[in-house]
């Protein structure tokens, strides 16, 4: 076996493992790293070691993690609150302590050749955990985008995750775009698109009158107010199709019963594997409302069953479909304008099987066997 080829223990440690599209992704690659000869772990931090997606029955999934005591959410909760207040950034360790020091310990004597943190959070605990484990070699990967963590998912610890990014060995983002920012902090960054997380795609033949939307049902990042509308303003024969659970739901159902939309809007719940795969090619287009995605894995899958995608312009839709080249993006939110473009889609199965000839097209650059390539070979270059 060559020296680059040889075998390396990685351990991936996320905030979780439940239904998700970091979590499908961060298991997609565990399984692909397991199947090449690595010996693979996945270190669930939130301590309930349940995992929603199928795992490779060789992947090691230790319940290493005790999950947080009461009073640690109370701490956390104060000191949120006290930021709001003084605007003082918080320390990360007075919130996870205890968790901390059962990954240190896991880690000290397990002493995995890689570990790959997932996130914000984790990210902001790199400086900690390669003081305590000698030689650690952790790569941050980033799931969102730049300027979500900094302006949103990480203000109130700022400090810890900026110098989390600075002490990696190695950050992995996910667009080009935001290669340039993470760039400026840590030069041993790079980008590595998220693979597909479907195997065997069903093309759709585009004849049923159905618009496709997948995600988690959070109202503000996924922009599921947004739907209201466009329900509202496509034929009284299409529906838009919803697939996926999340925080949300009850609000979402609520403003679909006001709005009278339950025959146009239908939630259909999570969904894995087989029945996600028959969900999209159940479908004619794909629309995505997100306001903000770090990249859009659902996005990705959509285009690998031949659905024309039609997005809100934001980086990684923008990044997925290369500034409209392969989809259509709209600008500034307008839901008017994206109205027009789906009955224009709607109207025309032309331009539909025109899109879907470059979804198609497209949904190659993100094979797991292309991801693969490229995360080996910024791996063993550690």
């Given at each position: 076996m060559k020296k680059e080829e040889k075998s390396m223990n990685i351990c991936i440690v996320n905030a979780g493992f439940g239904l998700g599209g970091v979590e499908r992704v961060a298991i997609e690659l565990a399984n692909s790293f397991q199947r090449q000869g690595n010996n693979v772990s996945l270190v669930d931090f939130s301590g309930k070691n349940t995992f929603f997606y199928e795992t490779d029955?060789?992947?090691?999934?230790?319940?290493?993690?005790?999950?947080?005591?009461?009073?640690?959410?109370?701490?956390?909760r104060a000191l949120y609150f006290k930021y709001r207040l003084?605007?003082?950034?918080?320390?990360?360790?007075?919130?996870?302590?205890?968790?901390?020091?059962?990954?240190?310990?896991?880690?000290k004597e397990h002493t995995p050749d890689v570990l790959v943190v997932c996130q914000d959070v984790l990210t902001g605990l790199i400086p900690l955990l390669k003081k305590e484990v000698e030689g650690l070699?952790?790569?941050?990967?980033?799931?969102?985008?730049?300027?979500v963590y900094i302006n949103r998912y990480c203000k109130e610890f700022l400090s810890d995750y900026l110098l989390g990014v600075k002490a990696a060995d190695l950050v992995v983002c996910l667009t080009a775009d935001d290669l340039e920012k993470f760039k400026k902090i840590n030069v041993n960054s790079c980008y590595i698109y998220n693979p597909l997380t479907i195997s065997g795609a069903k093309i759709s033949n585009l004849t049923n009158k159905s618009i496709v939307f997948v995600g988690r049902l959070a109202m503000q990042q996924k922009g599921l107010d947004y739907l209201i509308p466009i329900a509202k303003n496509i034929p009284p024969d299409w529906k838009i199709l919803v697939g996926g659970e999340g925080t949300d739901k009850d609000k979402f159902k609520n403003l679909i019963d006001i709005n009278n939309l339950q025959d146009k809007i239908i939630l259909r719940g999570s969904l894995k594997a087989e029945e996600l795969i028959n969900f999209y090619s159940e479908g004619s287009i794909f629309i995505s409302t997100s306001r903000w995605e770090g990249f859009g894995l659902v996005v990705t899958e959509a285009m690998a069953c031949g659905l024309p995608v039609i997005s809100f312009d934001n980086l990684g839709p923008k990044e997925i479909l290369e500034n409209g080249?392969?989809?259509?993006?709209?600008?500034?939110?307008?839901?008017?304008?994206?109205?027009?473009?789906?009955?224009?889609?709607?109207?025309?199965?032309?331009?539909?099987?025109?899109?879907?000839?470059?979804?198609i097209k497209r949904a190659k650059d993100f094979s797991i066997e292309v991801i693969l390539e490229e995360w080996n070979e910024k791996l063993s270059s550690l």
């Open positions: 029955t060789n992947i090691n999934t230790p319940h290493v993690i005790n999950s947080r005591k009461l009073h640690r959410k109370i701490i956390k003084d605007k003082k950034t918080i320390k990360l360790m007075d919130i996870y302590k205890e968790q901390v020091k059962d990954l240190i310990k896991y880690l070699k952790v790569v941050a990967w980033q799931h969102n985008s730049y300027e080249e392969y989809g259509i993006l709209v600008g500034d939110y307008d839901v008017n304008k994206i109205i027009l473009n789906l009955n224009d889609l709607i109207k025309d199965k032309e331009k539909r099987e025109r899109f879907q000839n470059k979804s």
